[in-house]
């Protein structure tokens, strides 16, 4: 059964960092690319990151590019995303899925993807 799950979020003043963790299980790990989502109420999930199976290729939304890193650990089958210079409007559910495929893709798009994790909340206050 393929798994992941999120861990990390929190509560955090606008500036300020936290890092997401996904540990995913029941596939193997270094053949799927995994993007992190997030969402809103009342609005569409953002695809925001996603790394590709061999780590070599990442890609980033141009609301997060800059601020935030995306990495891997085939040790310990972790996907992290390292948030920095938090702002207001990074808040939401943040959710880690793992792609049909090696590549990221239109990474962005969420129907690529095949497993989700439950989410994890980030709320950034002013």
């Known amino acids: 059964e393929v798994q992941l799950v999120e861990s990390g979020g929190g509560l955090v003043q606008a500036g300020g960092s936290l890092r997401l963790s996904c540990v995913a299980s029941?596939?193997?790990?270094?053949?799927?690319?995994v993007g992190w989502f997030r969402q809103v109420p009342g609005k569409e999930r953002e695809g925001i990151s996603c790394?590709?199976?061999?780590?070599?290729?990442?890609y980033y939304a141009a609301s997060v590019k800059g601020r935030f890193t995306i990495s891997s650990s085939k040790a310990t089958n972790t996907v992290y995303l390292q948030m920095s210079s938090l702002k207001p409007e990074d808040t939401g559910v943040y959710f880690c899925?793992?792609?049909?495929?090696?590549?990221?893709?239109?990474?962005?798009?969420?129907?690529?993807?095949?497993?989700w994790g439950q989410g994890t909340q980030v709320t950034v206050s002013s």
């Open positions: 899925a793992r792609r049909e495929d090696h590549k990221c893709g239109h990474y962005e798009f969420p129907y690529e993807y095949t497993d």
């Open positions: 790394i590709s199976s061999d780590t070599d290729n990442v």
């Open positions: 029941g596939f193997t790990f270094d053949a799927y690319a």
